[in-house]
């Protein structure tokens, strides 16, 4: 007789796991740890499914952690790789605020001191190692070697003309951030003021007989620049002892300044003249008598 035993099979090749790169991903970000993730073996098969421990990465701290992937195939052979989840994190934010918005106008000038705040977030959860500061009376940027600490920084501006800060930070996770701030414009001095010259008809001490015509002449600023000159008048047409015009200049900071007139119209003429008295004598006669002006006065008689 001829016997024959049962059919054995050997597998001694361990299955395969593939695309178990390091994955790099930032702080708090959710990972997808199976993701482009296969498995195989091609003589006894795979017995169950992948494991993964943790199956779950916590994220929300820097560093590198551990994932064991492992595999069983139907012969009892086990298949186990490590695989490194690198959590890092942005380097640290900077963001420049005034701390009173209002203190730089439309035209992008301020007219008084004012403070620009730099607000520091650390993203890498570590906290702030570092923090160094300057500033500058340019539009240029300057190099950061004033030590301070905290998460926020003050910059008093109070010298005129363009100003700037930045600022270099660097957090425990070795991120370095500098940012510098815009350019930020001061301007504390008023301008000089406007003139007027006035059409009219003269007459003496310095009234005029007729209407007046204001005419004026812009002032001017040397820093942040000429915006407007006015008058509160443009004409005086009414008999006046003395109607005062204010000429004012604005520059584009908003600092103002004002040069003031005094004009005087007497359009009216003087009171008839009364005869009071007259006297007669050999050389001649004399005429005495009065007459009157409720505006600018009698100046002669003739």
Do not use: M
């Amino acid at each position: 007789n001829r016997i024959c035993s049962n059919n054995y099979q050997i597998d001694k090749v361990l299955p395969t796991i593939d695309s178990i790169e390091d994955i790099k991903v930032n702080r708090n970000e959710v990972v997808n740890l199976t993701s482009g993730v296969t498995y195989n073996d091609g003589l006894s098969g795979i017995d169950g499914e992948l494991t993964i421990t943790p199956s779950t990465v916590d994220t929300s701290t820097i560093g590198t952690k551990q994932v064991t992937y492992k595999v069983v195939d139907k012969a009892g052979n086990v298949r186990e790789v490590v695989r490194n989840v690198i959590v890092d994190a942005d380097a640290p934010t900077i963001v420049f605020n005034l701390v009173d918005s209002s203190a730089i106008n439309s035209n992008g000038w301020a007219k008084s001191d004012f403070y620009l705040r730099a607000t520091i977030t650390d993203n890498s959860g570590t906290g702030i190692l570092s923090g160094s500061s300057c500033t500058t009376n340019s539009s240029s940027e300057c190099t950061p070697v004033a030590s301070f600490t905290g998460t926020t920084k003050d910059f008093l501006i109070s010298v005129e003309g363009s100003n700037r800060a930045c600022v270099q930070v660097t957090d425990n996770n070795n991120k370095t951030t500098k940012v510098c701030s815009n350019t930020y414009k001061l301007d504390k001095t008023a301008p000089t003021a406007g003139t007027a010259t006035f059409t009219g008809t003269s007459g003496s001490d310095n009234w005029y007989r007729s209407n007046v015509t204001v005419n004026v002449s812009n002032g001017s600023d040397s820093l942040s620049g000429h915006n407007s000159t006015t008058s509160n008048i443009s004409s005086v047409t009414s008999n006046t002892s003395g109607k005062t015009v204010t000429i004012t200049t604005t520059d584009l900071a908003g600092n103002s300044s004002t040069r003031s007139y005094t004009i005087k119209v007497d359009k009216t003429l003087p009171n008839s003249f009364t005869i009071s008295a007259s006297s007669v004598t050999s050389s001649g006669f004399t005429v005495s008598g009065t007459t009157t002006d409720s505006t600018s006065g009698i100046a002669s008689y003739k």
